[in-house]
């Protein structure tokens, strides 16, 4: 038997659509795995009701087959699904980690991107791997076609999840095919001091990369109250704020003083929209571990 606890992940972070990530240092998933004959799957924990236990709907499902490592995994949700908090991805992750260790698979951790990232596939349509290398690696991480780079980050954060749900299928239908070289030019600026406030710890450059203006503008018409508690979370002391992965989270970079304050302000601010919502303190955190 092997348990494993997989992170939440932040996706985008505005302006590195489908290759920016994090890991979030809470909320997770629990996955425990025993070797079967035929995989089955039990859910249990936040929104499973939302969530297939049948292993041909379920991410673990394609990564057992993956990896053909056939099992009965229990997952306990953390994070809740549809969040835009990665929360198929922690649980690909997490099983990934886990069924390779129970059938000693021998692979890294960066060689199990590519296999968490079917179970994607099975939710959106497509093997990303922005949320799942996060999951996996921890700290901010880079994925692109050719691999994956990952560095460590002291960076504060509130993300922020309203009583909405957005699926991952239709935040990606709203993304427009064709931008404007003005808009590209600016996108690049954004995420290059993006990367480089990652590497420095500096939520000053992290928050001022996080401005975009050909994904997050679509997307931010899917959550209701968007623009209210994104000022909100500014005027309480954030240094940048974005729609978290497909949304409808919202994710915030401050300082360390005034987390507890940015976190207020956007609750205040979805409860003035009539949307319950919750927010998670939290930081820039580490990947998946065995319990
Ligand atoms: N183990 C699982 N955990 C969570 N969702 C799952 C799982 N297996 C299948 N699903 C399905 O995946 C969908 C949620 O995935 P989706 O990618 O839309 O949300 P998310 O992972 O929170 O978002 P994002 O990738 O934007 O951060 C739901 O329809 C859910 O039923
Ligand atoms: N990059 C993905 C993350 C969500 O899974 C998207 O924004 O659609």
Redesign the pocket.
């Known amino acids: 038997m092997r348990t494993v606890r997989a992170p939440a992940?932040?996706?985008n972070l505005g302006s590195g659509f489908d290759v920016f990530g994090v890991a979030l240092d809470r909320p997770a998933?629990v996955v425990r795995v025993e070797k079967a004959d035929e995989t089955t799957i039990e859910?249990t924990g936040v929104g499973s009701q939302?969530?297939?236990e049948d292993p041909e709907?379920?991410?673990?499902g394609a990564v057992a087959e993956a990896l053909d490592a056939p099992a009965h995994i229990r997952?306990d949700?953390g994070?809740?699904?549809?969040?835009?908090?990665?929360?198929?991805?922690?649980?690909?992750a997490a099983a990934a980690l886990a069924l390779n260790g129970l059938y000693d698979r021998g692979y890294s951790r960066r060689e199990l991107v590519p296999i968490a990232a079917e179970g994607?596939a099975?939710?959106?349509g497509e093997a990303h791997s922005d949320?799942v290398a996060p999951a996996l690696l921890g700290g901010f991480t880079v994925a692109r076609h050719g691999g994956v780079t990952a560095v460590d980050a002291e960076i504060p954060l509130v993300a922020c999840l309203p009583e909405i749900a957005v699926?991952?299928?239709d935040?990606r239908r709203v993304v427009p095919s064709r931008a404007d070289m003005d808009d590209v030019v600016h996108t690049v600026g954004s995420a290059a001091t993006l990367a480089v406030g990652m590497c420095r710890s500096d939520p000053e450059l992290v928050g001022a990369g996080m401005d975009e203006r050909i994904v997050t503008p679509a997307r931010a018409e899917l959550i209701t109250g968007y623009h209210d508690v994104r000022d909100a979370a500014l005027e309480a002391g954030a240094t940048g704020v974005t729609v978290?992965?497909?949304?409808p989270s919202l994710l915030a970079v401050c300082g360390d003083a005034d987390r507890a304050r940015v976190a207020s302000a956007m609750l205040d601010a979805f409860e003035d929209v009539g949307v319950d919502a919750r927010a998670y303190q939290t930081k820039v955190g580490a990947g998946a571990t065995f319990h």
């Open positions: 992940t932040s996706a998933d859910v939302y969530i297939p709907k379920n991410v673990v997952i949700k994070v809740r699904p549809s969040s835009g908090l990665g929360s198929s991805a922690a649980s690909s994607e099975v939710v959106s949320n699926s991952t299928r935040a978290s992965g497909a949304g």
